[in-house]
């Protein structure tokens, strides 16, 4: 395979948001390990083999606790839950990708999905390519501000105070980007609507589940409703 | 050595866990197999639904500050207090969203917005 620096130089900029916010939530991130006495063999470590943030700030406690791997193991599959949903919305869109796959899944955070999930390659670019830098910058500089955290610890002294609204930024852009596709605005709204409901009903720290649950039963509906109305209309012709 | 040996134990859980909710569809629904009509149907509408999702959830502090406050908590409180109703969290939102209809270009639309959002935390509320 021939690499080429037109792909890198296209992919960059896509990532450039998940730069800003990937290296203060990492770095944050390195300092907490840090200050519970994991140093940045560990916090690197986990940056490159878990790559998932809000289990990795949870893992903390779990670290510090010394839970059983077990019950580990049922926490983060429930609080990663939600990459189920991404794999469902890229299944179409890796089906034809040939290299890199297994990286491409396992590189499927929050961030990289939604930059991926909207991606259009031009035709004259390796497409494969593009989704691996994507993929790769973004675990780099999840893995890059980790290690700063460890290492700096608390000597910043720039005030980096709000700088993770990047990360709230991207999926607001990405957000209007798809409302201007008028087809995605109903389950557009039913995403928001189901988890604005859920976070009332059941609290910040578990409502993701729910919000999930209630998404999949309302479009097994209108599914259903959908293939009864063609079925009704084949008839009628 | 025993400890390190635990830790990394449950490191490994974390990991497995994260991957099979990462490969776990791509398993399921192997190229070679027809995917169900029901999935073709969620994979064409489930993007736009986990965006909002996302976007709730990354929020959620604010959402809740404004439930708490229309519920009649700390009622007029919103002159005294404007940070209790999450107001730099939607000042910068609303930024974002403006800039980003008008000029559609992402990186001016997240960086003006994170700047904005920096300067409110930091230099305003």
């Given at each position: 395979?021939?690499?080429?620096?037109?792909?890198?130089?296209?992919?960059?900029?896509?990532?450039?948001?998940?730069?800003?916010?990937?290296?203060?939530?990492?770095?944050?991130?390195?300092?907490?390990?840090?200050?519970?006495?994991?140093?940045?063999?560990?916090?690197?470590?986990i940056s490159v083999v878990v790559y998932a943030g809000?289990l990795q700030?949870?893992?903390?406690?779990?670290?510090?606790?010394?839970?059983?791997?077990?019950?580990?193991?049922?926490?983060s599959?429930?609080?990663n839950?939600?990459h189920l949903?991404y794999g469902?919305?890229m299944?179409?869109?890796y089906?034809?990708v040939?290299k890199f796959k297994p990286y491409l899944i396992f590189a499927l955070t929050d961030e990289t999905f939604?930059?991926l999930?909207?991606?259009?390659?031009?035709?004259?670019?390796?497409?494969?390519?593009?989704y691996f830098?994507i993929a790769f910058l973004d675990h780099c500089?999840w893995v890059?501000?980790?290690?700063?955290?460890?290492?700096?610890?608390?000597?910043?002294?720039?005030?980096?105070?709000?700088?993770?609204?990047?990360?709230?930024?991207?999926?607001?852009?990405?957000?209007?980007?798809?409302?201007?596709?008028?087809?995605?605005?109903?389950?557009?709204?039913?995403?928001?609507?189901?988890?604005?409901?859920?976070?009332?009903?059941?609290?910040?720290?578990?409502?993701?589940?729910?919000?999930?649950?209630?998404?999949?039963?309302?479009?097994?509906?209108?599914?259903?409703?959908?293939?009864?109305?063609?079925?009704?209309?084949?008839?009628?012709? | 050595?025993?400890?390190?040996?635990?830790?990394?134990?449950?490191?490994a859980?974390m990991v497995a866990a994260t991957m099979l909710t990462r490969f776990l569809p791509f398993l399921?629904?192997?190229?070679?197999?027809?995917?169900?009509?029901?999935?073709?149907?969620?994979?064409?509408?489930?993007?736009?639904?986990?965006?909002?999702?996302?976007?709730?959830?990354?929020?959620?502090?604010?959402?809740?500050?404004?439930?708490?406050?229309?519920?009649?908590?700390?009622?007029?409180?919103?002159?005294?207090?404007?940070?209790?109703?999450?107001?730099?969290?939607?000042?910068?939102?609303?930024?974002?969203?403006?800039?980003?209809?008008?000029?559609?270009?992402?990186?001016?639309?997240?960086?003006?917005?994170?700047?904005?959002?920096?300067?409110?935390?930091?230099?305003?509320?």
């Amino acid at each position: 395979m021939k690499w080429k620096t037109k792909e890198l130089g296209y992919a960059f900029p896509k990532t450039v948001p998940v730069l800003a916010g990937y290296l203060v939530l990492g770095a944050a991130y390195g300092m907490l390990m840090a200050g519970n006495g994991y140093g940045p063999f560990w916090s690197v470590l986990i940056s490159v083999v878990v790559y998932a943030g809000s289990l990795q700030y949870l893992g903390v406690s779990l670290l510090v606790s010394g839970v059983n791997p077990l019950y580990g193991f049922v926490l983060s599959f429930m609080l990663n839950a939600r990459h189920l949903f991404y794999g469902i919305s890229m299944l179409d869109k890796y089906k034809n990708v040939k290299k890199f796959k297994p990286y491409l899944i396992f590189a499927l955070t929050d961030e990289t999905f939604s930059v991926l999930c909207g991606e259009v390659t031009p035709s004259e670019l390796d497409r494969d390519q593009v989704y691996f830098w994507i993929a790769f910058l973004d675990h780099c500089y999840w893995v890059l501000g980790t290690w700063l955290g460890a290492m700096l610890g608390n000597a910043l002294t720039f005030n980096t105070a709000g700088m993770d609204f990047a990360l709230t930024a991207l999926f607001v852009v990405i957000f209007v980007g798809q409302w201007s596709e008028k087809s995605g605005r109903k389950p557009a709204i039913l995403g928001v609507g189901a988890a604005v409901l859920c976070l009332l009903l059941f609290g910040e720290d578990q409502f993701i589940i729910p919000a999930m649950a209630v998404m999949l039963a309302v479009l097994f509906f209108v599914y259903n409703n959908r293939k009864v109305l063609e079925s009704k209309e084949k008839e009628a012709v | 050595m025993k400890e390190i040996g635990g830790d990394m134990l449950l490191v490994a859980a974390m990991v497995a866990a994260t991957m099979l909710t990462r490969f776990l569809p791509f398993l399921i629904f192997r190229g070679g197999k027809p995917t169900p009509p029901f999935v073709v149907f969620l994979g064409k509408t489930l993007p736009y639904a986990t965006i909002g999702l996302l976007v709730v959830y990354c929020l959620k502090t604010p959402i809740l500050s404004v439930a708490s406050q229309l519920s009649g908590q700390n009622g007029g409180e919103i002159i005294k207090n404007p940070g209790a109703w999450g107001i730099p969290e939607w000042i910068a939102v609303f930024a974002v969203a403006v800039l980003h209809m008008w000029k559609k270009n992402s990186l001016i639309s997240i960086g003006i917005g994170t700047v904005l959002y920096m300067v409110l935390v930091q230099a305003v509320f």
